[in-house]
């Protein structure tokens, strides 16, 4: 093996080890939720591997931590990262009950009037969308008279107003998460 060879490999563990790291970090905060009361019969492996699933679809789709906080903390109030809600089941998409809006939301993050397909890789991207799209359009709003996170998670959560008062529950969910990522 020339050195050459062995810098380029250096190098690439190198460039890997932050991606490795913050997909770690993500996985730890979302085991770290308690298991839906619904979930309580899903076995500890499978439900490691679909928030594995997750972790990876958050990494990948944000820049950032105070991102990946943020898509962690509306998983969680949005649907308690319940196994049915992540795979898209019956009591999710056939629109029975009042679970996921009467069928209209799925995915962790609730989305509406998207394409239900992709799992949770392609629901991840399109939340990190939105929210990034409510974040410019608060500031485009309000400039910084508000806080940015309030405000697109806000604006996220009502579809409406970037001055949610409801929303204080989800901030302080994303302020106890962004310092572990």
């Known amino acids: 093996m020339t050195r050459l060879t062995v810098r380029i490999m250096m190098l690439a563990a190198l460039l890997a080890a932050p991606a490795i790291a913050s997909e770690s970090r993500t996985l730890d905060a979302l085991e770290r939720v308690p298991v839906y009361s619904g979930d309580t019969g899903e076995p500890a492996d499978e439900r490691r591997a679909r928030l594995g699933e997750m972790a990876q679809a958050i990494d ?18 949005e649907s308690n ?8 089941l019956g009591a ?15 995915s962790p993050w609730q989305l509406h009037g998207t394409d239900r397909t992709g799992g ?4 991840a991207q ?18 910084t008279r508000i806080e940015p ?17 409801g929303v ?5 969910t994303y302020r ?3 310092g572990t990522l």
């Open 92 to 106: 999710c998409s056939d629109g029975a009950s009042l679970r996921c809006d009467r069928g209209k939301a799925w």
């Open 168 to 172: 204080s529950a989800r901030v302080a």
């Open 126 to 143: 399109i939340a990190v969308g939105k929210l990034r799209a409510a974040r410019r359009v608060c500031e485009e709003r309000h400039g």
């Open 60 to 77: 990948g789709a944000t820049h950032n931590r105070d991102e990946r906080a943020m898509l962690i903390a509306l998983a969680i109030h």
């Open 176 to 178: 106890r998460i962004v």
């Open 120 to 123: 949770v890789t392609v629901a």
């Open 149 to 165: 996170v309030a405000a697109a998670m806000s604006l996220y959560g009502t579809g409406a107003t970037c001055q949610w008062p």
């Open 81 to 88: 990262l319940a196994r049915y809600v992540q795979l898209d």
